[in-house]
């Protein structure tokens, strides 16, 4: 069957598509031009997944395998769907998760048309996570088998239809594993370094990305402000809510005789929010824009075990669902929920759902069911 | 493997490519050197450059090798102009002669092309001034097939030097340096036939050329290093079989008018981009209204089908065709855009089966709902 391999120019597509050659599939490779070099990038000061030295790379891991190989051009789009609202949630005071936005809007919507518009039957990436159908035929999703490369987190928005066409071969991998077929294979990109950074925030400085951002589309960053604690004193100046996130603790510049945590961004009144470690705990969370895997929206409240970030084991909680949002509870207090980040529910390894995180619960905010009065 | 792109490179000739090949396994020796091998190879270079000389009607020590038409056309414009210098350039021109001016930092005036791509003479004229160092103007245009009126601009614009790039136009239509009226006409080996990597540029006697690659004094001094003996006698005997390349066009026409006849009937609302009355025989560039060019290009290749966008080099990367957006068109539109170019070797089935293939794509592609992201 015709297949197309969504191929970044790291280990991990290209061994997907090595290994879909291997069972007998005609495989083609895309890749998706997201973004142009940068300075820095062209200096070799940075590297990062889908830089635009990576599109070269999965040419030649194409070439190399005998399979064609084509570029889409989402540059575009991506700073349209992807770069502009990441910069824009800052100015909310949220802590945006941009991958998830590329997988949604452009990888498992977008560049999986383009796939069909090929003749393809089905979309493959090099995604840590798993698909399978259950006895009534629905799609379903769930985490890799290697809990530390698991990306199944990313994965939550993707639309069920969607879900149908997509196969993850990594998913029962580990890396070690994949880096061996890699090598077997031989591979030019077999000890590629991993990337962790966001791709266009290849050196980390998320501040200075959403600065050039919003200067490029002619909004301004956010401007500097206070930095308050729970009483509501001021114990400095911050320069600009987008420098902070739920739970950071270094660079705030202020102290207090004990260590000092921000508990929340205040984006109307600039104001940086900053307290105890005890008080970073919230009871639960109101999520919106929740796309719901497995069987569906549930009917009633559903016990789950809830993801808050990536890489975040999960946390018991129950999820009652909510005109496209949901409200959740945590069984135990969980720390550090940012909105902005997505929030994911799991049933053992498998995905229900997901959404993204509009505000924290307090610990003792009543009953769930009555708590679905977001604004 | 229905190859269309011939713009791109041609089918190769197979006795040049026996003679370049040949040279390569048993030549011996550097044309500079005074010893038997080296008078040899001298021998085969001048060979060639007769060659390549009688198909353009010029006399050889007019003739240059170059690496290529845009080493040619950098050769050109750096040896006619100083930086700063107003140089005019039609807004079709190869990004070699864009970018060959840039590096010579001269001051570039674009002359505008209407809708249909057309150059006007008196549009050249009108922005040619006496301090102009040159204009180059396009004798064919690579994308759209576009014929100029490169002697009427010639006589129009008087002393100033005028270069002509005639990649395209050599072995399509009859080419005769003398009768153009230009300072220099520009040639790629890969276009007819030939090897890649060997290009001339025909100079008129008497004009002096700076070099850009200075060393030894190959060339005539207008080219140092060692000169491509297998790449030259590839191109020499290319150019020495022309004439049947030229023959063959009114065949190649009809086929190239068979294509859009097939295409007008199975892609309704398809658009043609160029000049309708003068265009290369070979040539057909369109655009399919809600088919993104990229997309139809890979769905062609994987059916085995070898076109283009708008040029080999707009395929390969992803920016829309300067060439169309001069022309008018937005870059959504040019991003439509395809181009089919047929060669001597180019038969009736190939034309047929590409015709046949087609509507099952463009319904495969409509079908997949492709919109922007986003």
């Known amino acids: 069957m015709r297949v197309v391999v969504a191929m970044s120019g790291g280990v991990d597509s290209s061994v997907a598509a090595g290994l879909m050659m291997e069972t007998g599939h005609e495989v083609i490779g895309l890749t998706m031009k997201l973004r142009d070099t940068t300075e820095e990038e062209r200096a070799g000061r940075a590297a990062s997944c889908c830089s635009p030295d990576d599109v070269h790379d999965a040419r030649g891991v194409c070439d190399l395998l005998g399979i064609p190989h084509y570029t889409v051009d989402y540059r575009d789009a991506f700073r349209r769907a992807v770069m502009e609202p990441f910069a824009r949630a800052y100015l909310r005071g949220q802590t945006p998760n941009p991958c998830v936005l590329c997988n949604d809007h452009l990888k498992f919507a977008a560049l999986l048309n383009r796939a069909r518009a090929l003749g393809a039957e089905l979309l493959v990436t090099g995604h840590y996570a798993r698909t399978w159908t259950d006895a009534d035929g629905h799609p379903r999703l769930g985490a890799a088998v290697d809990a530390r490369k698991d990306q199944s987190y990313f994965l939550f928005g993707i639309q069920r239809d969607a879900l149908r066409a997509l196969r993850f071969p990594l998913g029962d991998m580990d890396k070690p594993a994949v880096r061996a077929h890699a090598r077997r294979l031989g591979l030019p990109v077999a000890d590629k370094p991993d990337s962790e950074d966001i791709c266009f925030v290849p050196g980390g400085d998320y501040a200075r990305v959403v600065e050039s951002l919003l200067a490029a589309t002619g909004e301004s960053a956010p401007g500097p402000g206070p930095i308050v604690d729970e009483t509501g004193e001021v114990l400095g100046r911050h320069a600009g809510v987008h420098h902070f996130t739920v739970g950071q603790r270094k660079g705030l510049g202020v102290s207090r005789g004990e260590p000092l945590y921000v508990l929340g961004v205040d984006a109307e009144q600039r104001a940086v929010r900053v307290g105890r470690a005890a008080d970073l705990a919230a009871g639960g969370l109101v999520a919106r824009d929740v796309n719901w895997l497995g069987d569906g929206p549930p009917r009633g409240p559903r016990a789950v075990s809830a993801r808050i970030r990536y890489r975040h084991a999960g946390a018991d909680a129950t999820v009652v669902a909510d005109e496209g949002g949901a409200v959740l509870r945590f069984h135990d207090p969980v720390r550090a929920v940012t909105p902005g980040q997505a929030v994911v529910f799991y049933d053992g390894a498998e995905v229900l759902g997901g959404g993204w995180i509009e505000r924290a619960l307090p610990i003792d905010s009543g009953p769930l069911a009555g708590s679905s009065s977001a604004p | ?374």
């Open chain 2, 1 to 374: 493997m229905p190859y269309l792109d011939h713009n791109a490179s041609a089918l190769p000739d197979r006795e040049a490519a026996a003679a370049a090949a040949r040279w390569l396994l048993e030549g011996v020796g550097n044309p500079s050197s005074v010893h038997t091998a080296g008078r040899r190879a001298r021998a085969a270079l001048e060979r060639a450059r007769r060659q390549v000389a009688t198909a353009l009607g010029a006399t050889p020590g007019e003739v240059v090798f170059t690496s290529g038409a845009t080493e040619a056309l950098h050769l050109a414009v750096a040896g006619l102009a100083a930086p700063g210098a107003h140089v005019l350039l039609s807004a079709v021109e190869h990004p070699a002669v864009f970018g060959a001016c840039r590096a010579a930092e001269l001051t570039v005036e674009t002359v505008p092309v209407d809708g249909l791509g057309r150059v006007r003479v008196k549009d050249v004229v009108a922005r040619c001034r006496p301090e102009t160092a040159f204009v180059a103007v396009m004798a064919a245009q690579n994308e759209l097939g576009n014929v100029y009126p490169v002697s009427a601009i010639a006589a129009a614009i008087g002393a100033v030097p005028l270069i002509v790039d005639a990649v395209q136009l050599f072995g399509r239509r009859p080419l005769d340096v003398e009768r153009l009226g230009a300072s220099i006409v520009v040639v790629s080996g890969h276009k007819v036939g030939g090897p890649a990597g060997i290009g001339a540029l025909w100079v008129r006697p008497g004009l002096c050329l700076r070099p850009v690659l200075r060393g030894g004094p190959q060339e005539r001094g207008r080219r140092g290093g060692t000169e491509n003996v297998a790449g030259a006698i590839g191109f020499g005997v290319a150019a020495d079989r022309l004439g049947a390349r030229l023959a063959a066009m009114p065949r190649v026409l009809a086929l190239r008018e068979a294509a859009e006849m097939g295409l007008r009937c199975c892609a309704p609302g398809i658009v043609f981009h160029g000049d309708p009355q003068d265009r290369l025989p070979n040539t057909l560039s369109f655009r399919i209204p809600g088919i993104p060019g990229d997309v139809l290009l890979a769905a062609l290749d994987l059916e085995g089908f070898c076109l283009s966008s708008g040029a080999a080099c707009a395929s390969g990367g992803l920016e829309p065709s300067p060439v169309l957006l001069a022309l008018g068109l937005d870059p959504g539109e040019a991003r439509g855009a395809v181009r089919l170019s047929l060669g001597p070797e180019t038969e009736e089935a190939d034309v047929a089966s590409f015709i046949d293939v087609l509507p099952a794509l463009l319904a495969r592609i409509h079908s997949a709902g492709l919109t922007e992201p986003g």
